[in-house]
């Protein structure tokens, strides 16, 4: 069962797809079958057990007569072929250990990787949503240091590769913020465990904090830019090249161009979006969306948002006859800078000096 697990609009787990699903799923089981019922969404530790064990109960169910519960948790990533459901290793959480060995067994079948039984359910929950949260914690540490080093006049990939020539330390690219239903919302997964048991979680919850911030900070940058070039403030025009949370890929779950273009719009500037991968349905409302990308007009600023290798490769010159101000900010630190400045371009990025 991989139903969706998101958060409520204060943060919170909304665990209703779990209980709902699994509700239909144990309703329909016989009597004796001992069928084995495993989720695959991504959950705290102790969400299968409490969740399902009153379901089970309610039913009037017995654990090793009628059901077996199990947990195996969807690793696969999206838009990244080498990673699919076929490639990816599985790790399978049962209070049983012969039910635990058994479905290692049939996942073997599903995937070419590892797929190990590593004890109660309990294991396996955690161990998916520490994979996101150490995550989120890598990318908000860099994406941190891409709002220091500017300050300090100094680039922060220049540091980063300065500091990735040491063997052990491990490089992230900053960016424009977390997208996508995993990263950003798992967190808050243990964010809440750990507090429904009064351990803080202060670590997790800062790195949350910096990642869901840097939609807002880079759309202060961007107006800073576009003020220091001289650009009308009633009449600012903003094109974001890509809307997707990530590359490749035609999804637009909490990608932090919504939240980039809403601060935008606040402040009274009109931002227009282009992306291949999208309906422009996908678009809120108030956003400009451009389909045919030699129609976008009079904008003073580039912003690419997702490193779609569709906006990599655009006709950059073309691009910059359109523009009325050829600003251009890589928000993904992905564009070849000092080629488009010979083109003429006035360029920027995320984590760069501004006057640089
Ligand atoms: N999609 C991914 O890349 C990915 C990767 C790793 C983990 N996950 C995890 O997998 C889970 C599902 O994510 P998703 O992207 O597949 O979500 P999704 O929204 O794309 O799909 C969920 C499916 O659940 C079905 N569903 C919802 N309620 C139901 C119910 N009561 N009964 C039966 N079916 C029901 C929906 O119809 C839909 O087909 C989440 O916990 C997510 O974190 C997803």
């Known amino acids: 069962m991989t139903v969706p697990t998101p958060i409520t609009h204060d943060l919170k787990p909304d665990l209703s797809y779990v209980e709902a699903a699994g509700r239909a799923v144990f309703e329909a089981i016989p009597k004796g079958s001992n069928t084995i019922v495993v989720l695959e969404s991504t959950v705290y530790p102790g969400v299968t057990a409490q969740t399902w064990l009153p379901i089970v109960e309610e039913l009037g169910l017995v654990i090793g007569e009628d059901v077996e519960i199990a947990y195996c948790p969807e690793r696969f990533n999206p838009g990244d072929a080498a990673h699919g459901v076929r490639q990816v290793a599985r790790v399978i959480g049962c209070s049983n250990p012969d039910v635990g060995k058994a479905l290692v067994a049939l996942y073997q079948k599903l995937t070419t990787e590892d797929v190990r039984y590593v004890g109660k359910l309990e294991v396996a929950e955690a161990a998916k949503v520490i994979e996101n949260v150490q995550r989120d914690i890598n990318i908000a540490l860099v994406n941190e240091l891409a709002r220091i080093f500017p300050a300090l006049d100094v680039d922060v990939e220049d540091v980063l590769s300065a500091a990735a020539t040491k063997w052990n330390f491990h490089r992230y690219t900053p960016g424009v913020g977390v997208g996508g239903h995993c990263i950003p919302v798992d967190p808050y997964y243990m964010i809440q465990r750990a507090a429904d048991v009064g351990v803080p979680a202060g670590l997790i919850t800062a790195a949350r904090a910096v990642n869901r911030s840097m939609p807002s900070h880079v759309a202060g940058v961007l107006t800073d830019i576009m003020w220091n070039a001289k650009v009308s403030a009633d009449d600012a025009r903003v094109l974001l090249l890509g809307w997707s949370y990530k590359a490749e890929v035609g999804d637009p779950r909490e990608t932090p161009a919504e939240p980039l273009a809403e601060t935008l719009m606040a402040k009274g500037i009109t931002v227009g979006a282009w992306d291949p991968h999208l309906d422009i349905k996908s678009f809120p409302d108030g956003v400009e969306s451009v389909t045919d990308l030699s129609t976008a007009q009079d904008y003073d600023m580039v912003v690419l948002v997702t490193a779609h290798k569709a906006c990599l490769e655009l006709d950059w010159e073309a691009l910059l006859a359109h523009m009325r101000t050829p600003l251009l900010y ?23 000096p501004l006057d640089s």
């Open 330 to 352: 890589d928000g993904r630190r992905v564009l070849d800078l000092e080629s488009l400045k010979a083109m003429g371009w006035k360029t920027h990025a995320v984590g760069r």
